[in-house]
C-alpha cells in the first residue's frame, strides 16, 4: 500500500513538472483560459436561463389543462345540494373535474412574447461571444508582456556581459599599472547598475508570468514557457487595407458580439411596445370542462343512497363556451406603460449607436497607431544600426585607451536604450495588427462564432 502512494506522489510529482514545462502558443493560451475561466460562466448561466425563458414561451401557447378534486363536509345549517332545501343534517360531498382553457386572441401578446424571449436569447449568445474575445484580448495582452520582458532580459544579460568585460579589462590594466584604482570603480558601479536592471527586469517578467497564469487560471504553476517567442515576433507584415476605416467599420459592426447583443436588445424593446400595446385589445378564450360528483343526501326511491359509481355516471356534466375580456379603464395604465417601453426602445437603441460610435473610434485609433507604430520601427531599426556601430566604435576606443569609462557607458547606454525602444515598438505593432486583423474579420482566435 505504502509502494503505491509513493508511486502516486512520484507521477503525480513528474505529471506537475511536465505540465509546468509545456510550451504554450497564443491560441492554445486562449483555448485554456476560455475553458477555465469561471466568470465565463456566469454569462453561460443567463444564456442557460434565457433558453428555457424562449422554450416556455412557445409552451405558454399550449392550453392550460388543470383537475380539481374536492372533499366537503358541510355541518349545521346548510344547503342540500340534491334539492336546494335547507337542512340540519352533517353530510359530505365529492366533487370531480377536469377543464381546459386556451386564449385565442389577446392582442398578440404570446406571439411578440416569444420573439422577444428569443431576441434575448440571441443577445445572451453574444454577450458570452463578447466576455471570451475580451478574455481573449487579455490573455493576448499579457501574452506579449511576458515576450516584452523576456527580449529586455535578454538586452540586458547581453549589456551585463559587456560590463563584466569591461570590468575585467580595467582589472587587469590595473594589475599592469596602466589604470589606476578609482578606475575599477567607474567600471564596477556599471557593472552593479546593468546586474540590478537585470533582477528588475527578471521581476518584471515573473509579474507578466503571474498575470498571464492567472488570466488562464492555471493552478500550481509559477512559471509559463512560450513557444517561439522570436519567430512569433517577427513575423509582421504590411496590409494597406488597414488604412481603410470605413471598410474595418463596416466589417467589424456586422460580426461584434458587443454590437450585435445591442441590436437585438434594440429589436427586443420594440417587441415590449408591441405587448404593452397589446393589453389594449380584447382577450379572447376558448374553455371547456368535464366534471361530475357524489352527494351523500342523493336517495333513491327507497330512501338508501345512491351507490358511489351511478353518481359518478349520472352526475356527468361537460362544459364549453367562449370567454371575451375587453379593457374599458384601468387608469391609463395600459397607455402609460406603452410610453415606458417607447423610452426604453430610445435607451436600447442610443446604447447601440454609443457602441458603434465607440467602435469607429477605436478603429480610428488602431489605424493611426498602425501607421504610426510603423513609421516608429523603421527608424528605431535604422537607429539601432547606428548606435550599434558607434557602440563598437567607443568601445575599440576605450580598449585603446582613448576615452574614458563614463564616454563609454553613454554609448552603452545609447545603444541598450535603442533595442528596448525597438522591441517595445515591434510588440505594439504586433499587438496592434492582430487587433485590427481582428476588426477585420479574421479568425486570429480559435473562437467559434454565433451565426
Known amino acids: 500500500m505504502k509502494i503505491n502512494i509513493k508511486a502516486a506522489i512520484i507521477f503525480f510529482l513528474i505529471s506537475k513538472s511536465a505540465f509546468a514545462q509545456q510550451s504554450w502558443s497564443l491560441n492554445e493560451c486562449i483555448d485554456y483560459a476560455i475553458e477555465h475561466n469561471l466568470r465565463l460562466n456566469d454569462y453561460e448561466y443567463t444564456l442557460q436561463a434565457n433558453k428555457e425563458t424562449y422554450a416556455q414561451s412557445i409552451r405558454s401557447l399550449l392550453p392550460g389543462v388543470e383537475g380539481v378534486l374536492g372533499y366537503t363536509t358541510l355541518y349545521g345549517r346548510s344547503i342540500d345540494p340534491i334539492n336546494n332545501n335547507i337542512t340540519t343534517t352533517s353530510f359530505f360531498t365529492n366533487e ?183 393589453t389594449l385589445y380584447p382577450t379572447l378564450s376558448l374553455f371547456g370542462a368535464y366534471g361530475t360528483g357524489y352527494y351523500e343526501t342523493s336517495f333513491d326511491d327507497n330512501g338508501k343512497t345512491i351507490p358511489f359509481k351511478t353518481q359518478i355516471n349520472n352526475n ?51 489605424v493611426q497607431n498602425q501607421k504610426a507604430f510603423e513609421k516608429e520601427f523603421e527608424q528605431s531599426n535604422q537607429k539601432i544600426a547606428t548606435r550599434e556601430l558607434a557602440f563598437k566604435t567607443e568601445q575599440r576606443k576605450y580598449e585603446l585607451g582613448l576615452i574614458n569609462e563614463i564616454e563609454l557607458y553613454q554609448a552603452k547606454t545609447l545603444y541598450a536604450n535603442s533595442m528596448n525602444e525597438n522591441l517595445q515598438v515591434k510588440i505594439k505593432l504586433k499587438v496592434n495588427r492582430k487587433t485590427l486583423d481582428f476588426y477585420k474579420g479574421l479568425p486570429i482566435f480559435n473562437i467559434i462564432r454565433n451565426n
Open 96 to 278: 370531480y373535474r377536469i377543464q381546459s382553457s386556451v386564449e385565442l386572441f389577446k392582442g398578440f401578446q404570446k406571439i411578440n412574447t416569444i420573439r422577444l424571449s428569443k431576441l434575448m436569447q440571441k443577445s445572451a449568445e453574444q454577450d458570452v461571444l463578447q466576455q471570451k474575445y475580451l478574455l481573449a484580448f487579455r490573455v493576448m495582452a499579457a501574452f506579449y508582456d511576458i515576450y516584452f520582458y523576456q527580449g529586455l532580459v535578454v538586452i540586458t544579460k547581453e549589456q551585463l556581459e559587456i560590463s563584466q568585460t569591461n570590468y575585467d579589462l580595467v582589472k587587469r590594466k590595473i594589475e599592469l599599472g596602466v589604470k589606476a584604482d578609482s578606475d575599477l570603480y567607474v567600471a564596477e558601479s556599471t557593472l552593479i547598475s546593468d546586474k540590478l536592471l537585470l533582477t528588475q527586469h527578471e521581476n518584471s517578467l515573473g509579474i507578466a508570468q503571474l498575470k498571464l497564469i492567472q488570466e488562464m487560471n492555471l493552478t500550481n504553476i509559477t512559471e509559463i514557457v512560450l513557444k517561439d517567442p522570436l519567430n512569433e515576433l517577427d513575423q509582421i507584415d504590411d496590409d494597406s487595407a488597414i488604412k481603410d476605416n470605413e471598410t474595418i467599420f463596416n466589417t467589424a459592426k456586422g460580426f461584434l458580439p458587443l454590437i450585435k447583443s445591442e441590436e437585438f436588445k434594440t429589436q427586443a424593446a420594440t417587441k415590449n411596445i408591441a405587448i404593452a400595446r397589446g
Open 316 to 366: 356527468a356534466a361537460q362544459q364549453v363556451g367562449f370567454s371575451l375580456k375587453i379593457p374599458v379603464f384601468n387608469g391609463w395604465l395600459a397607455r402609460s406603460t406603452i410610453k415606458q417601453k417607447k423610452i426604453e426602445f430610445e435607451r436600447a437603441n442610443n446604447n447601440l449607436n454609443i457602441q458603434k460610435q465607440e467602435l469607429y473610434r477605436l478603429i480610428q485609433e488602431l
